[in-house]
């Protein structure tokens, strides 16, 4: 489903943020991603959708290389749910936000209709459909944000720190709602409780390079490895 | 939402004639047609539609203010810094968009006056005051930090002479009162915008300083000389801001506007839909608009005949 | 500030809620028209323009004065115009003496003067009325359909959008700010180029701010396939009562001016 191949990015300034990163997903797979900050997780995820360019065969998306003449077919596989929902709901309403993806895909009117029903109703937001974006909660901006992401029908959802900012009741309804989800996820998350009983399988990422890649009870149960890698157990 | 430091420049409805208002109008729909068009040529690094985003922080921006003495405040109208951080078509539409936000929802300045506005707040201050900073782009800091200040302070004083005049033609005010008045206050006014405007360049400058570069290349000559055309039209006007009588009833009778400044009737009083020509005040206002469209175009045409580069594409 | 103080809509179900956008604001841009057209004096044309605006309150179902009290704040604009009174000639009312002045307001100029105030609390009012009833996307996708140039819609869209945002932040910085400065005794502190350092450094924290949020939507617009073409899912539809509305506004507009022409002023 997703496979990265020894995977190197340096910003333009010099600054090398990912430093041969390797790393597979099976369809249906959920993992999470954690590290500190600065790790390079961000910038992974970026270059998942080809909104950072990858160097040429190292990100395959169900084997489809992630190149400027497939982006517009990557970006319906991928879905990148982003940290800040307000940086992602720019339209003026709603229904306008979860229909921008179908649109720009050239669907006709009446599919992308009926995407922004279901993707509203896969997040439990249909009564939101006319709402103005800036009216909501922080917990419901995240679920309008995946719902703009879902009306895609994407094959592998991407999200950068899900469960951040929420209040506890805000948090669990964003965890039972990726549960929910059938789609192969990549979570990158600070939230270790969430990682350990949510994800059978987490990639520890340190300064640009894969430190550990494995079932989650392994990787979370060496507790001085976690901690030489700026991570808790939680 | 009435902020008090704006009330003098965004005009009602109500105070300009009926000619007045639809010939600014036209004007603004003209310019703010070509802003479109160039704003996406020049692509503000490729990303023309966060504009809106730019001008959310003009809105903003113009919140913040600092206390001068006696509880007035200085603020920034922002139409000179916008043009320098983002380009001066981009930065257009983004106080066209300020101002016309603040006019619909806010009752900020009257629709009908709004082309008016526009021209006075969204593009003159724009035009003068990239066209001031543009030939120093490339100075050194004490240098460019110097051109924005005077540029944004003769952006606001250009401002409330625009406004005085259309006024003044409109039959509301009588020009001898408004235009010193207009032009004294904001001159004051205008040491407030241009300290704002330098002190945050300034910190741009020290952080960011790639993003000011990036829109130093932007529209080439034609600024220059648009900046200096509109400064000498504005020095041409500035014996009407001098408290002279003599000065003024000499100019206000060469230019007609004998019947204005003076106690002779208001001949454009009633604002009928379809003025004459024969209308005095009409007759000034296309001497206004022809004149600037003159101006405009000896810049423009002196523009093509220095550029060498081949046009951006 | 609060989310809510930068909205002006009025949730209703009313006819003028219903109506198309587009021929709302094509009769607002008309009524202001008409409004800067009526003569100085014509009394009762005004308020029978009044009478219009009220009916037009109730059809979209808002209190009959709505409008007319939210004008109000309006009113501080108009000082400027109280300049008028003294200089129109005609027959003096008073003789006020301001120190070396001696100003002598007329009947005329009073009558001016009143006329322009009125003619700009008109205009006001259908300005409230029309952001009362139409919702902002909608406004946008009507602008868009008259001409408006798509470049300039997008640009008002996301600024609407992110206002609130922005506002927020700037409202943070200066709270920051005052939490941190000091008052002398005659309560401000420091020089007013140092003060307008610190101001101008705020305003250049917010650009830096909303520059660097600009950056992350494009990459989120980027994500979701934009492509640079500006696409919506929109339709309008002209129904038979937009085309009442539309003549009964237009009949009401003309009564008006026969009645400011036809009744003679004093």
Redesign the interface.
Known sequence: MLEITHLHYAYPDGHVAIDDASLALRRGEKVALVGPNGAGKSTLMLTLNGVLSPPPGTVRVGGLEVAPPNLPTIRARVGLVFQNPDDQLFSPTVRDDVAFGPLHMNLPAREVEARVTRALAAVGMSAYADRLSHHLSVGEKKRIAIATVLSMDPEILVFDEPTAGLDPRGRRQLIDLLARLPQTMLVSSHDMRFVATAFTRVIVVDRGRIVADGPTAEVMANESFLVAHGLERG | ??RPET??L?I???????GV?LACWVLMVLV??LA??R??DVQLGG???????????I???Q???????GGTS?H?LGGT?AAI?LGPWPAM??M???I??Q???F?DG???ALGANILNMGVATVAIGFGVYRPFAGASRPIRLGAAAVGAWLSVVASAALTAIQ?AVSG???FA??MPAMVGVHTLIGV?EA??????????LS??PD?IDATAGAGGRMWSAVGLGVALIAAALSPFASADPDGLERVAEDLGFEGLAT????AV?????IPGIEDPALATILAGVLGMTVVLGLAIGASRLWRREPAPG | MHVHALDRFEARDSALHRSDPRLKIVLTLAVALSNAALPDGSWLAMGCMQALLVLAALAGGLRPWYAVVRSAVALPFMLAATTVAFVTPGVPVAQIALGPWVLTPTVEGLERLASIVLRALLSVQVAILLTATTRVPDLLHALGHLGVPSALVSVVGLMVRYLTVLVDEAQRLMRGTQSRSAAGPDGTGGSVFWRARVAGSMVGQLFLRSYERSERVHQAMLARGMDGRHLTLYGHVVRRRDHALAIIAIVGLIAVHIIARAIPIR
């Open positions: 939402m009435p009330m003098l965004h009602p409805d109500g105070f300009l004639s009926v208002a703010q047609g479109s068009r704003a996406l990303r023309a539609p966060l504009l809106g985003i730019m001008a959310a922080f809105f903003a921006a919140m913040i203010n600092f206390p001068v003495a200085g920034l810094l951080v539409l983004a066209a968009a300020v016309g936000t006019a619909v929802l009752q009257g629709i009908l006024l509301t005010v009588a009162l408004v407030g300290l704002i405007t330098v002190a945050a360049l300034s910190f741009i952080t960011r993003l106690s002779a009737p208001f009083l009633g604002d009928y839909l």
